[in-house]
């Protein structure tokens, strides 16, 4: 069974930077499209960057040139870099994979993940 385990949100100021980290596990992590979203009180779940087996990645508008998604194979985790928060950044952080041959779409969007972590939150401070 695969399981996604979120870490890495903290409280930050606006301007500084933070590290998410999502810990894989029960399936073979590097064959499989991933992506990192978010979800603010009251609003949806925005996609926010995206990964494939390949190499290929996927951003939103809201955060490219701002956060870099990548993944370490010999650790099963995937990483999001944080830069330059804004307040507007503050919401909970999810990881998402897809088991399943699913469409890349930018901003990625989250019909096309199939496994979720429980998310971790990120709160910036003006």
């Known amino acids: 069974q695969v399981q996604l385990v979120e870490s890495g949100g903290d409280s930050v100021q606006a301007g500084g930077s933070l590290r998410l980290s999502c810990a894989a596990s029960g399936y073979t992590y590097n064959s499989y499209y991933m992506g990192w979203f978010r979800q603010a009180p009251g609003k949806e779940r925005e996609g926010l960057a995206a990964?494939?087996?390949?190499?290929?990645?996927y951003y939103g508008n809201s955060v490219k040139g701002r956060f870099t998604i990548s993944r370490d194979n010999a650790k099963n985790t995937l990483h999001l870099q944080m830069n330059s928060l804004k307040p507007e950044d503050t919401a909970m952080y999810y990881c998402?994979?897809?088991?399943?041959?699913?469409?890349?779409?930018?901003?990625?969007?989250?019909?096309?993940?199939?496994?979720w972590g429980q998310g971790t939150q990120v709160t910036v401070s003006p």
């Open positions: 998402a994979a897809s088991t399943r041959n699913s469409r890349r779409r930018i901003p990625p969007h989250s019909s096309d993940f199939n496994v």
């Open positions: 990964l494939d087996s390949d190499g290929d990645t």
